[in-house]
């Protein structure tokens, strides 16, 4: 008796909350900080199903579509853990880590444990960060993507046209749609046009409309995508494809502000802020007589280039961070994670295809890991191919460069910790893997600096 009134006050004063269930998932016990956690005001929780305290969440329809509980850790992966948030009673939401263990026998019935963590704070700053290194679909710490998401702004202030450039998949339609966002035309329409993906006979039907009988097939009168976007952005997507007769009579439209439907000679006013993408060199085709130069000058009044993936390396973190959480999501994994090697791996390649590549290989990924986590043998041979030696994805973590060092100031610490937080894109393993700590002590400086 006087081992289980010490086993229930050493219970009552852990920070994790437990919930103790039976071989049937109902709950028989749960500890102060676990009552807390869950609203629990008096014991009319004895009896209930667990996932009814989790209603909602992802876990909870797991655990009730698999008929037992979706957190028990499997030999082959590992602890598993689950991040939701709550809202109690009092309408106060918290955010909760959960994992599980297997009980040995007892007489008391009591067949597994649920171990809640209150990471409110933990995940407020996750969500500051990617705040503070976000602007609508761009992501970036980098001081070369700090600096473009000044210039978006300041483009966005403009009604100026823009031209963007940069390589293929470093996020140039995102660019686009911040600068819509951001502008006071953000209530009106945006319509993007991929010019390469039209032939030369529809481009134009396309960009202008059409009178009925026009040509054939044309059997009723169309508005073209500078109409649709009238009040509104229109982008205009590799650019650099487009003939010299659609450049004529886009330039036209530059300069007149109307445009002309196929088959018609009646002018159309528009009002539209023109954007244009390309990841060709514009000036080099405007030398070898490929592009008007009148044209290029009209469309690049504001330049903006996008960099490529590899000349913003220490961004490459945050993107998987977003990118695996987004696929996670799509794919119905909350519990992925990626391996420290697997993590060099990525950091390590050049990603010709950059951000859009990255995207790609995190999918094939996803799609072939056979358990929660993420390993060098579930990425694209190519990456891991292309890792250098002194980054190998099978190197040792004792290999790893370790941030961290016990210096006995605590403010030092906490800066040494936000910084290296920041660089892992808010994934708390991968910054104290960094660091040299473990999750549970990182968590402990986390509280400790709250």
Known sequence: MQ??????????????????????RRVLQMNLAARRMLGQADESFIGSLCPSHFAGTTCARECEIRGNCSLMPTQEDGRKSQD?????????????????????PNESAMSYAIILRDCSREMALEKQIRERWQLGGLTGRSRT????YQKVLRA??????????????????LVARALHDN?????????????????????ESELFGHAKGAFSGAIAARPGRFE????GTLLL????????????????????REIVRVGENRPRKVDVRVIAATHRDLAAMVKRGEFREDLFYRLRVLPLDVPPLRERREDIPLLISKLLSNLAERYRRPDLTLSPEATIALEAYDWPGNVRHLFNALEYAVVHAAGTTIRPKDLPSEVVAGAPPQAAPFATAGGLTHYYRTTGDDTAEWMLIQKVLEESGGNKAEAARRLGMSRTTLWKRLNQAG
């Open 3 to 24: 081992n289980l009134m010490t086993l229930r006050v050493f219970l009552d004063n852990l920070e994790e909350g437990v919930l103790f269930l039976d071989g049937e």
């Open 84 to 104: 939701v948030t709550l809202k109690l009673p009092d309408d106060e939401e918290i955010s909760l880590r959960m994992w599980a263990m297997r009980l040995p």
């Open 145 to 148: 993507m700090q600096d473009l």
């Open 156 to 173: 966005a202030a403009s009604e100026a046209n823009v031209l963007i450039t940069g390589e293929s998949g470093v996020g140039k339609e």
């Open 183 to 203: 502008s006071s035309r953000a209530k009106g329409e945006y319509v993007a046009v991929h010019c390469a993906s039209l032939q030369e006979t529809l481009l």
């Open 228 to 231: 649709a976007a009238n009040g």
């Open 237 to 256: 997507d590799e650019i650099g494809e487009i003939s010299p007769a659609t450049q004529t009579k886009l330039l036209r439209v530059l300069q007149e």
